[in-house]
């Protein structure tokens, strides 16, 4: 039972931090922010793991295997949608316009 | 190495992964260390994963393999193709991802029967609620905004049933949290109403309201994650899903106030479309050689970029405009509602893509008290958000969102497709005005147009 109650403060513990951690965001930074916290519950993939290494049953391994699946999509996909958009802020703020470079 | 060191590694390694996210969440939130952030919650990831196949008492590590590479090298394939226009339904779609491999983590738990107390219970099997529901309003979210499915349906009655889907499976729910004996077909049974009940609350929902939703289930997963890995004990998995699950809802609450559109009413009654008084008057037009004119003798000009600008891919054509503009003297601007593109901040990511300076680009509360300064507002592919019944008239369903003031310019020239209602179904009374100068054409082609003439003067 201790354990459960270390994992409840864990909880909320995490809640304030989420909440403090979003709350002075300016707005450009919503999207990639919200692109980058879906990368960050991709952690779920690290569970769907164990919880396909303990799989018996051919449906437990079936679910475990979709589990894992899934969670590898979540990971790698909110990692290389985030880091692109953010490879789109790259460029300092305040740096000069390039003179007369077209796209 | 023994069973006790093998699961000492796997705890410092969620340990490192815990703390990398929550620093990388915390970078991501400047724009300055933004990129820097991604890479290092990257790394978090990339431990815990390697050193999760150390965790004790695991096997099927073939089918581990095979999956991680099937899932990882389809998202690496599509999520490396896709345009900046699309990244909104891609972030959906890997969301809900996540959210089905949390139910499916416990549906797994759930068939393996009870040797969890009740508390551990009731989460596993709400984890598993709110993951199947983020996952099947997901993909209807996805396949929306990808343009699959263009029209939002409801049932008669629509709000009774998802209602009842709902309470049925939470019924259910609370009879597996209840029971000590694995119930199969239950157990189905619920996660079948659950997947139904996401694609219930998701199908009446329009596209303007879509970014609070694709918010709402990122949050969603975020809990589900952190539930299921209580049901785990496994620590990384609570941190980072509460995390974002409370981070989520923060930022679901901000876009639902810029946009306007309480997530409550958003819920029960699906989007609000049509509606509001009709617009007396006609749109006048105006060709390219005149509309270069204002722009060229202007002395302050402001874009007002919109995702019809994104979708023909006309930001770098704009960029150009903007350069000769400069270059005769005239001050340029552009202003961005926080909802323009399809979520707040997309527009940013879009300009940034055409490498338009940071310092042009002013946000709502910046540029509205400096609108009656400006010479010419160009309205490029936006709609809603410049919409002045926002503010006057009380009966229509925008009323009250945030706009931007741009009727208050000297000169208004909207370039637009067609004579279509915005996003919402709802008239724009801007397109009426006296003032305002209606250029019709494609982004792309109308603001190329544009250029060659204002070359000419």
């Given at each position: 039972m201790?354990e ?8 909320l ?9 979003i709350?002075?965001?300016?707005v ?8 980058g916290s ?17 799989a018996?049953?051919g449906?437990?391994i079936?679910?475990?295997?979709f589990?894992v699946?899934l ?17 789109m802020?790259?460029k300092?703020p ?10 | ?6 699961m000492f590694l ?5 340990f ?8 990388g ?10 990129q ?5 919650a ?5 431990v ?7 965790y004790p ?9 095979v999956?991680i590479?099937?899932g990882?090298?389809?998202a ?31 549906a797994?738990e ?14 596993a ?5 709110i ?7 997901s ?9 699959l499915?263009n029209?939002?349906?409801a049932?008669p009655a629509?709000?009774?049933?998802s209602?009842g889907?709902?309470?049925?499976a939470?019924?259910?729910?609370v009879a597996i ?9 239950i157990i189905i ?8 009940y996401?694609?219930?609350?998701t ?6 309201d ?5 918010s709402l ?9 952190g ?5 785990l ?7 980072a899903g509460?995390?974002?699950g ?7 609450q901000l ?17 609000v ?5 009709a ?16 722009l060229?003798?202007?002395?302050k000009?402001?874009?007002v970029?919109?995702?019809?600008m994104a ?9 150009e ?30 300009l940034a893509e055409?490498?338009v ?21 160009l309205?490029?592919g936006a ?19 945030p706009i ?5 310019a000297?000169?208004?020239?909207v370039?637009k497709?067609?004579?279509?209602a915005g ?7 801007l397109?009426y005005?006296?003032n305002?100068?209606m250029?019709?054409g494609?982004?792309?082609?109308a603001v190329n147009?544009?250029i060659?003439q204002?070359?000419?003067?």
């Amino acid at each position: 039972m201790n354990e459960t109650w270390a994992a409840l403060y864990i909880f909320l513990l995490a809640a304030f931090t989420g909440y403090e951690i979003i709350s002075r965001v300016p707005v450009i930074l919503h999207t990639p922010l919200m692109s980058g916290s879906n990368f960050v519950h991709g952690i779920v993939l690290v569970g769907a793991m164990v919880a396909l290494g303990r799989a018996t049953t051919g449906l437990e391994i079936a679910i475990g295997f979709f589990a894992v699946a899934l969670g590898a999509m979540n990971a790698v996909g909110g990692y290389v949608v985030t880091e692109r958009m953010l490879a789109m802020f790259q460029k300092k703020p305040g740096s000069e316009t390039k003179s007369g470079g077209g796209h | 190495m023994s069973e006790s060191v093998r699961m000492f590694l796997v705890q410092v390694s969620y340990f490192v992964a815990a703390i990398l996210f929550i620093l990388g969440l915390k970078r991501m939130s400047s724009p300055l260390t933004a990129q820097g952030g991604i890479v290092w919650a990257g790394i978090g990831m990339l431990v815990a994963t390697l050193f999760t196949f150390l965790y004790p008492g695991l096997g099927n590590f073939t089918w581990m393999i095979v999956a991680i590479a099937i899932g990882g090298g389809l998202a690496w394939w599509s999520g490396k193709r896709v345009a900046m226009t699309d990244m909104p339904q891609m972030i959906a779609i890997y969301n809900g991802m996540g959210g089905g491999a949390a139910a499916a983590i416990a549906a797994v738990e759930l068939l393996k029967g009870g040797h969890h107390g009740p508390v551990v219970m009731t989460l596993a099997v709400l984890g598993a609620l709110i993951g199947a529901v983020s996952f099947s309003g997901s993909i209807i979210a996805f396949l929306k905004l990808q343009g699959l499915m263009n029209k939002t349906y409801a049932l008669p009655a629509h709000n009774l049933i998802s209602w009842g889907v709902l309470a049925v499976a939470v019924i259910l729910g609370v009879a597996i949290a209840m029971s000590n004996a694995v119930m199969t077909p239950i157990i189905i049974a619920f996660f079948l109403l659950a997947l139904l009940y996401g694609v219930l609350m998701t199908v009446p929902i329009g596209g303007a309201d879509m970014p609070v939703i694709i918010s709402l289930y990122n949050a969603f997963t975020g809990l589900a994650v952190g539930f299921e890995g209580f049901v785990l004990g496994n620590y990384a998995m609570i941190i980072a899903g509460i995390v974002v699950g409370a981070s989520g809802t923060l930022l679901t609450q901000l876009m639902a106030k810029a946009m306007n559109r309480p997530i409550s009413k958003l819920l029960t009654a699906g989007s609000v479309q049509g509606g509001g008084q009709a617009i007396e008057g006609e749109q006048k037009a105006i060709e390219a050689q005149d509309a270069a004119i204002q722009l060229a003798y202007a002395s302050k000009v402001v874009i007002v970029p919109g995702y019809g600008m994104a979708v023909a891919q006309a930001q770098h054509k704009v960029w150009e405009l903007t350069k000769l503009l400069k270059e005769k003297g005239i001050e340029v601007k552009f202003a961005i509602h926080p909802v323009a593109g399809r979520m707040p901040g997309h527009m940013n990511v879009l300009l940034a893509e055409a490498g338009v300076d940071y310092e042009l680009i002013q946000d709502l509360e910046e540029i509205n008290p400096e609108f009656n300064t400006v010479d010419v507002a160009l309205i490029i592919g936006a709609n809603d958000v410049v919409n002045p019944v926002a503010r006057t008239d009380p009966s229509s369903p925008i009323y009250g969102m945030p706009i931007l003031n741009v009727d208050y310019a000297k000169n208004v020239i909207v370039i637009k497709r067609g004579k279509g209602a915005g996003f919402s179904g709802v008239e724009n009374a801007l397109f009426y005005l006296p003032n305002t100068r209606m250029f019709y054409g494609s982004g792309q082609e109308a603001v190329n147009q544009l250029i060659q003439q204002v070359k000419l003067l």
